[in-house]
């Protein structure tokens, strides 16, 4: 007999806000009064509408809206149980011997086409062959890079644990895999994936092994042609807008689709072509009226940047995922298949106005950027973003990209004798805000950007 969800309902809604719902009690209130597992399944079949989480005792309770703020140190490796599910993938298709043979030489040059067309900017078509090689060679890298930039939003009191989440070109899964796991386990996900190619059957596969309270949905429908449903609290777009031919209009449609409070996240590749891609559609988006929450700053009233724009954050690498070592170790040129430095640029926009760094700047003492070119060869006192690791060869004075949001070309600053009391300049991290006193301004002609000389008369702060 079916069992009158209804009724489960209308009793969860009733009681969610007095205790935790434990099915076995909820079964009473139901006429027929079904087994407490069909009760079960359907209050995990309607969480998202609920508003609930299950926990480890069985019961559910309200899902908290409040920030969440994990205890998080990095990332090592992609799960264990991912790597399975790709292996499965992989011997399903090919056998146990996938990496030798046909089959291995086949996902071999797979790879090297997708890679090369990526290289000169062509449109890469995922049959389930590229989509296979594409979670050998790309899933551990984005599974840890996503949850580095989440660490800014968390850390920013902006990602809370109760998400209805929007996955613009979801791809295999690796940055939703990462969103999984940098959640805590009580944080309740409404999760839909926009994929329309092949590599959706293997993100279906890896969503199997997602924790109880994510709820996953996938539209196999392109970033196109996708109308948004309602509003989503985060909007993932990892390197998907380089792809579109209007990237612009298309990624408007999913920030108008935006929560009030809610966050845009584009992600790209650290290479020039797709790192500045992606800054000149924020750009765009912020010319449009959304705001630039960061990493790159907004520090002066009115200015915004109009440099190239090429940032990116660079992170320890991932340890070499099984299927990766078995594929590149059957290679005579195996380092063509090893994939684990994790090198990303990232946007996050939001429609609130809330921005990382809630700073105005006021040009009574302090060095506007965008006046660079007056102050050359004077010192000057400025507060900046920093926006790289070290950029320098291994025996060059570190050099690091800064800005304040008013630049109009690249603007470095460079450590020529460190100190005590310039040790925060190395020690900060990227996207942290620095207050400099005394740093000299130089053109450098040759690089044709300006060079904030860092030396023993510069004092540097984190702000």
Not at 90 to 102: A, E, I, M, Y
Request: hydrophobic residues 35%.
């Amino acid at each position: 007999m079916p069992v009158d969800r209804e009724a489960v309902l209308d009793a969860a809604k009733y009681l969610r806000d007095v205790r935790p719902l434990d099915p076995d009690e909820l079964r009473e209130y139901v006429a027929d009064q079904p087994h407490e597992a069909v009760v079960r399944q359907v209050l995990r079949e309607h969480a998202a509408d609920l508003g609930i989480v299950e926990r480890g005792d069985g019961t559910f309770v309200p899902a908290s809206g409040e920030p969440v703020h994990p205890d998080f140190d990095g990332v090592d490796a992609l799960p264990r149980e991912y790597e399975r599910v790709v292996e499965d993938l992989l011997v399903d298709q090919w056998g146990t011997d996938w990496h030798r043979g046909d089959s291995g030489k086949r996902l071999r040059e797979t790879i090297r086409r997708f890679k090369e067309q990526y290289y000169r900017q062509h449109a890469v078509e995922y049959d389930e062959e590229v989509a296979l090689g594409y979670a050998i060679y790309h899933l551990a890298t984005y599974y840890a890079a996503i949850q580095y930039v989440l660490e800014d939003l968390a850390e920013g009191d902006v990602l809370s644990g109760d998400l209805r989440v929007l996955d613009v070109g979801a791809g295999v899964g690796g940055p939703a895999l990462g969103l999984f796991d940098f959640l805590p386990d009580d944080a309740l996900v409404e999760y839909h994936a926009v994929e329309p190619s092949d590599a959706a059957d293997v993100l279906d596969e890896l969503l199997d092994e997602t924790g109880r309270n994510v709820h996953p949905t996938i539209h196999r429908e392109t970033a196109e042609e996708f109308d948004p449903d309602g509003e989503y609290d985060l909007v993932l777009a990892c390197s998907v807008l380089s792809e579109l031919d209007q990237p612009v209009e298309t990624a408007q449609k999913y920030v108008n689709a935006l929560a009030d409070d809610g966050t845009f996240l584009g992600l790209a590749p650290a290479d020039k072509h797709t790192s500045t891609h992606l800054r000149e559609v924020e750009r765009d988006l912020e010319a449009r009226g959304a705001t630039v929450y960061g990493p790159t700053p907004r520090l002066w009233p009115g200015e915004r940047p109009s440099d190239r724009g090429w940032t990116f954050d660079e992170r320890p690498d991932v340890d070499v995922p099984s299927f990766q070592e078995r594929l590149a170790g059957a290679s005579q040129r195996p380092s063509e298949f090893y994939h684990t430095e994790v090198r990303f640029s990232y946007s996050l926009l939001r429609t609130d106005g809330v921005r990382q760094h809630d700073v105005s700047l006021s040009a009574d003492r302090l060095l506007k950027l965008a006046d660079a070119d007056d102050r050359v060869t004077d010192r000057v006192d400025a507060v900046l973003a920093k926006l790289s690791r070290n950029l320098a060869d291994e025996d060059a004075n570190p050099l690091f990209k800064v800005s304040d949001g008013s630049e109009n070309e690249e603007c470095y600053a460079v450590l020529v004798r460190p100190t005590s009391l310039n040790r925060d300049l190395q020690a900060a991290e990227y996207g942290d805000l620095l207050s400099v006193e005394s740093a000299l301004v130089l053109w450098n002609d040759d690089e044709e950007a300006y060079n904030l000389v860092v030396d023993e008369e510069t004092v540097v702060d984190r702000a």
